[in-house]
């Protein structure tokens, strides 16, 4: 299993409360990514990122900001908590991006906000 | 509409029957994938494929790129093959996943 850790793993938190949900590799991989995963929808890419400080908005990225200030750790920050965002959340790694590559996904972070 | 349709939603299917879950997609894109959600909600990949076949154990993925389809069929099903598969398009550091087929294999 590819080393992968999301922290937390569950959380309950009210509107307009600022959360960080954090991603932690063992791999040394340069891309990652976080996605949010609803009934319906599938999962959605919020953000990625392709190296160290270099980041870009995904499919859904709005009312979400990213930070990678080491390769390890990519940290997804929703500043002010909105119903709308409750989800479960998944970060993913991989190598090379995902045309040559597959990708290999944390265990998923539960969020409500209430 | 999804970029991504996976059909069935859902399928139950008894012990040792051959399934087929089906993909299609209407972007261009540059390699299709195979996913596997376990009902404790963890993700694995199990195929990447840019044309033609692949085959690990029971399991076996096919892709035509004219027709913009893939399929994955499982042989001989067994109840711990109940899960959530899930067809998924990239795109250079993009990828766009379908809604995911639902089954149930019973003993």
């Known amino acids: 299993d590819a080393g992968i850790t999301q922290s937390p793993r569950h959380k309950v938190t009210e509107t307009g409360t600022p959360v960080t949900l954090r991603c932690h590799q063992t791999?040394?991989?340069?891309?990652m990514y976080w996605y949010r995963q609803d009934p319906g929808h599938g999962l959605r890419l919020i953000h990625y990122?392709?190296?160290?400080?270099?980041?870009d908005k995904g499919e859904v990225s709005d009312g979400y900001s990213v930070s990678r200030s080491k390769t390890e750790d990519f940290l997804l920050t929703l500043e002010s908590a909105t119903s709308s965002q409750t989800s479960v959340y998944f970060c993913?790694?991989?190598?090379?991006?995902?045309?040559?590559?597959?990708?290999?996904f944390g265990p998923g972070t539960r969020l409500l906000v209430l | 509409k999804n970029e991504v349709e996976q059909s069935p939603q859902n399928l139950t299917a008894q012990e040792g029957e051959f399934i087929t879950i089906n993909c299609s997609y209407s972007?261009?894109?540059?390699?299709l994938h195979w996913l596997q959600q376990h009902p404790g909600g963890g993700i694995v990949s199990l195929f990447m494929?840019?044309?033609g076949k692949k085959k690990h154990g029971r399991l076996i993925a096919t892709i035509n790129i004219q027709e913009k389809h893939s399929s994955l069929h499982i042989t001989a099903s067994h109840p711990r093959d109940s899960a959530v598969y899930i067809c998924?398009?990239?795109?250079?550091?993009?990828?766009?996943f379908g809604a995911g087929t639902r089954l149930t294999v019973k003993p």
């Open positions: 993913a790694i991989s190598e090379t991006d995902s045309v040559q590559e597959t990708q290999y």
């Open positions: 791999e040394n991989h340069r891309y």
């Open positions: 990122s392709y190296g160290v400080k270099d980041t």
């Open positions: 972007v261009g894109i540059s390699a």
């Open positions: 494929l840019s044309s």
């Open positions: 998924a398009v990239s795109f250079g550091y993009d990828m766009r």
